[in-house]
């Protein structure tokens, strides 16, 4: 059964085109619409069934009573901006951005009290973007976190809740602020680490020090295959957060150096023991 007559979704890649094809093979929408800049990603999209109508700008949206906004973190907040004059009374807006503090105080600005907004970040995705890279099932067994603020209407928060229990997801409730540093530490910061990896490989060997990696190379630069002007974005916008995560990780690095120096074996063996009994415990 369809929980809404029509939804939205802004921003067919890898996110918003797994998003319109787990909906529309589960029937969570009466019909769902489909909003991108590329008209050959909506050709894409409609030839996959994932949306019902293609959109090239957003004014075509004023019927839809749920929009679902899956753009670069950098232009969720000018997309509500020029969302608010077109869409009714009612209408719930959610995003998919993996930085949620200055997006919610942003949007809690510009939204007129007829709008409701929930923040929303699944945990899920890869490193190949775009709306070829999308799966139906990307988000099953997954997490979502939702950061709804206090503006955010009770009712709209339920149903964001249900879309995503229904896509698989196991939906996780979390202040804004506590996400933005929680992300920083586990996402973030390891997308820049891999970044910085690849450089400092680069720096030694040369680019022909890849042709003799091993799987450990390849497991730990992978995610440095995502798009460099995402990352730049997500960056910037939780630099504060990063900014103590990777002083963390320079304090880390900074023990390991220092036992290295010492030949202190003991030392080195006891924090790569502390790494190696946390994942060990994890479920």
């Known amino acids: 059964m369809a929980i809404l007559e029509v939804g939205a979704v802004v921003g067919l890649g890898l996110i918003g085109g797994s998003f319109a094809q787990a909906c529309q093979g589960r029937g969570l929408f009466g019909a769902l619409w489909g909003v991108d800049a590329d008209p050959r990603v909506l050709d894409q999209a409609l030839a996959a069934r994932a949306i019902d109508r293609a959109l090239p700008g957003l004014d075509g ?13 950098g232009a969720i907040v000018p997309t509500v901006r020029a969302l608010v004059p077109v869409l009714r009374a ?37 490193e190949q973007p775009g709306f ?5 099932g990307l988000f099953e067994g997954s997490r979502c976190i939702l950061t709804p603020s206090a503006s955010s209407d009770p009712s709209a928060v339920e149903a964001v809740r249900q879309i995503w229990e229904a896509l ?6 979390m202040a804004p602020e506590v996400h933005d540093r929680i992300v920083a530490a586990t996402s973030h910061l390891p997308h820049l680490v891999a970044y910085a990896l690849v450089a400092a490989v680069l720096a030694g060997g040369g680019p022909g020090a890849f042709m003799c990696s091993g ?14 002007a995402m990352w730049r974005d997500i ?5 504060p957060r990063i900014l103590t995560a ?10 390991i150096r220092a036992a290295l120096e010492q030949g202190d074996a003991a030392g080195l063996h006891a ?3 502390r790494a190696w009994q946390a994942l060990a415990s994890l479920p």
């Open 61 to 73: 949206l004023r019927d839809a009573r749920f929009v679902l906004i899956a753009t670069p973190v």
């Open 90 to 126: 009612g209408t719930m807006l959610t995003d998919v951005g993996s930085v949620k503090a200055p997006v919610v105080r942003a949007v809690d600005a510009l939204l007129p009290p007829h709008l409701s907004f929930v923040g929303g970040h699944p945990l899920a995705g890869g």
């Open 132 to 136: 070829a890279a999308a799966s139906a």
């Open 168 to 173: 698989g997801a196991t939906v996780l409730p």
């Open 215 to 228: 799987g450990a190379l390849r497991d730990l630069s992978r995610v440095a295959k995502s798009p460099p």
């Open 235 to 239: 960056a910037l916008l939780n630099r």
């Open 246 to 255: 990777l002083d963390d990780f320079e304090a880390a690095l900074q023990t």
């Open 271 to 273: 924090h790569l023991e």
